[in-house]
């Protein structure tokens, strides 16, 4: 029952800016990280940002000082504001969930299904 709602990928142009949000639901005994990956086709995915539950922030070096990661503990949210975008930051960006289940408090990953983040030159 476990799911997952991104929002705020879109169309912008070159050195603006977006806010993406990804919102977790379902039954879980606890989060342990929420992040942002990205991928492009013909690409691997790659790491963005991820957020533990504690506040520990990790971010990829090509978003450093550009890209911030936030999260709402209570609302089970992560967020991802993207400033002076690039072509290059072109991508379906997927909210990634690490978790472990109510049941068996059993270390589990879910992902988003992707929103599309389009940056024009």
């Known amino acids: 029952q476990v799911q997952l709602l991104e929002s705020g990928g879109g169309l912008v142009q070159a050195g603006g800016s977006l806010r993406l949000s990804c919102a977790a639901s379902g039954t879980m005994f606890g989060i342990n990280t929420m992040g942002w990956y990205r991928q492009v086709p013909g690409k691997q995915r790659e790491l963005v940002a991820t957020?533990?539950?504690?506040?520990?922030?990790n971010y990829a070096d090509y978003v450093k000082g550009r890209f911030t990661i936030s999260s709402n503990n209570a609302k089970k949210t992560v967020y991802l504001q993207m400033n002076s975008l690039e072509p290059e930051d072109t991508a379906v960006y997927y909210c990634?969930?690490?978790?472990?289940?109510?049941?068996?408090?059993?270390?589990?990953?879910?992902w988003g299904q992707g929103t599309q983040v389009t940056v024009s030159s």
């Open positions: 990634n969930l690490n978790y472990l289940d109510a049941l068996w408090r059993r270390v589990r990953e879910y």
């Open positions: 957020i533990t539950s504690g506040g520990s922030t």
